[in-house]
């Protein structure tokens, strides 16, 4: 993959540059595309939602947009998924349930570059498998941004980043490949998506496996997904989705004692990761107020089972990246 931005590409600060580049890339897209049709891993993050609207507006329902559950999803993820893309955008999406198949290949793993990989792999293979049943894929579309790229060459794999297996016979595509986050807002919203789905959060490729710091359970997973719904319910009600680029909980592989009902525990920790950023390739902290923190920990230590601390991470990007795998 040639990782050089190119040099005549401005910066996509505005409506009318927006527009400019749409343009551009739909004829770009339709002359290398044809009639042929485009395999889509569609997550509904930002990333490939606003790469699935420009490769919808260039060749339409030549488009097919594969949703993968692989069980690393956030709370109603999926069911969000379908009811806006294939509800109210008429996509032509198709539904994948993977969660089983994921989750045994993950089994153990500690490694987090070996969870990735796996993740990685496993969606390639689940394309694949797709693909086999469908006439006329040519090309895979990626939803590929330029702090992916950039992140890895020597920090970290990202799951869409890098060529395909010998065996398959798709060609790459990724329309948006050369754009940071605040651009491909831009052009989401100048393809007309809806703001909450532009400035949805941030995603990982991997999903909540990075966020299951360690070997990956169900159990942690299930703390994770309750803890993150909580806390974006909180910082929504109280406007800090407006404050903060992007936040999220982890659920690191180790347990620390407290005490239940009059009794030692040995339960897990959240660590609350509240950045704000423009771009991804460098974050602040901003302080998070401390009723509405009190009131976070309070629900999740109420409502959650198998946890007994929560904790703030407050390191910068850099010296610590976003995520913590």
């Known amino acids: 993959m040639n990782d050089v931005r190119p040099v005549s590409l401005e910066r996509i600060d505005n409506k ?3 527009l400019e580049f749409i343009e551009k890339a739909v004829k770009e897209i339709q002359d290398e595309v044809g009639n042929n049709k485009v395999l889509l891993a569609l ?12 490769l919808i507006k260039a060749i339409g329902k030549n488009l097919i947009c594969v949703h993968v ?48 990989k796996i993740i990685g792999k496993e969606f390639i293979d689940v394309f694949a498998e797709e693909a086999r049943k469908l006439d006329g894929i040519k090309y895979l579309g990626q939803g590929t ?59 990982p490729g991997p999903g909540l496996g990075v966020r299951c710091v360690g070997a990956i359970t169900k159990e942690r997973l299930e703390i994770v997904r309750e803890t993150d719904a909580i806390l974006r319910d909180e910082f929504e009600k109280n406007g800090l989705d407006k404050v903060f680029w992007q936040y999220f909980t982890i659920v690191p592989d180790y347990k620390s ?10 339960e897990y920790f959240v660590v609350i990761r509240a ?16 009723a509405i923190l009190t009131k976070i920990r309070d629900r999740m230590l109420k ?10 991470d ?12």
């Open 43 to 54: 997550s509904g993050g930002v990333d490939s939602s606003v790469c699935a609207a420009l």
């Open 303 to 312: 409502e959650v089972n198998g946890i007994n601390r929560v904790l703030v």
């Open 145 to 203: 941004i330029y702090p992916d790229i950039l992140e890895s060459k020597g920090i970290k794999a990202h799951h869409n980043v890098g060529g395909l297996p010998e065996d398959l016979n798709f060609s790459l595509i990724e329309p948006i490949k050369y754009l940071y986050k605040d651009e491909v807002r831009q052009i989401g919203l100048a393809l007309g998506l809806p703001y909450k789905m532009v400035y949805r959060q941030p995603f």
């Open 314 to 325: 407050i390191s910068p990007k850099p010296p610590a990246t976003i995520e913590w795998e």
């Open 16 to 18: 009318d540059k927006a």
């Open 257 to 266: 004692v407290g005490i239940k009902d009059n009794k030692r525990t040995e």
């Open 275 to 290: 950045i704000d950023s423009v771009d991804a390739t460098s974050a602040s902290t901003p302080e998070i107020p401390h």
């Open 69 to 116: 559950n692989h069980g690393l999803l956030r709370k109603d993820e999926s069911k969000q998924v379908i009811d806006t893309f294939k509800n109210e955008l008429n996509a032509n999406l198709i539904y994948i349930d993977a969660q089983d198949r994921f989750l045994d290949k993950l089994k153990g793993v500690k490694e987090p570059e070996t969870k990735r």
